[in-house]
T-cell receptor, first 116, second 113 residues
């Protein structure tokens, strides 16, 4: 079984500052992918960034980057130059193969507030 | 050109009723999912279909029955609705071998009164 743990239910950051959201996971699979999804008040689930477990290089998407520590099973999200539009619930997710599908297991989420 | 569309977006109904939520994707994906998001925002998978075949069936009351008429559609029918069924239900889709996560619909907020 796969588990994803987000230990920070809420975080806040000042506009233009940097914030890091934590995530740890557990799986016995060697082939897996990690994701961060954003859910703004509109409730749409938006993919922010993804990381392949076999890649050592940390993924980066504009102001969003991850710190992937495979041995520690840690996958944190760093948001630089925070903007008001970054305010949302952020979910860490783990994808492993389940037969012919990849099942996505989510953490409990971190509610991010951006202060003007 | 909505990629994954769910209808309705909101559904308010009385206990004991039967209701359906429809989902359609136009991405050419071969796998579709239903997730339930509870009041604490926790997302849990319910079902998954690959090319119309049920492949993931988590511990869900048998009042919930998914139906996939073709690989672009996955509907969720709920019988004898209970107060505890109130939640947001998300449909999602993905492509086998394409490891870019899921594409989600905008969710259906179900309220049972």
């Amino acid at each position: 079984a796969q588990t994803v743990t987000q230990s920070q239910p809420e975080m806040s950051v000042q506009e233009a500052e940097t914030v890091t959201l934590s995530c740890t996971y557990d799986t016995s699979e060697s082939d897996y992918y990690l994701f961060w999804y954003k859910q703004p008040p509109s409730r749409q689930m938006i993919l922010v960034i993804r990381q392949e477990a076999y890649k050592q290089q940390n993924a980066t998407e504009n102001r969003f980057s991850v710190n992937f520590q495979k041995a520690a099973k840690s996958f944190s999200l760093k948001i630089s130059d925070s903007q008001l539009g970054d305010a949302a619930m952020y979910f860490c997710a783990l994808s492993v193969s389940s037969g012919s599908a990849r099942q996505l297991t989510f953490g409990s989420g971190t509610q991010l507030t951006v202060l003007p | 050109d909505t990629a994954v569309s769910q209808t309705p977006k909101y559904l308010v109904t009385q206990m004991g009723n039967d209701k359906s939520i429809k989902c359609e994707q136009n991405l050419g994906h071969d796998t579709m999912y239903w997730y339930k998001q509870d009041s604490k925002k926790f997302l849990k998978i319910m079902f998954s279909y690959n090319n119309k075949e049920l492949i993931i069936n988590e511990t869900v009351p048998n009042r919930f029955s998914p139906k996939s008429p073709d690989k672009a559609h996955l509907n969720l029918h709920i019988n004898s609705l209970e107060l505890g069924d109130s939640a947001v239900y998300f449909c999602a889709s993905s492509l086998t071998g394409w490891n870019y996560g899921y594409t989600f619909g905008s969710g259906t907020r179900l309220t049972v009164v």
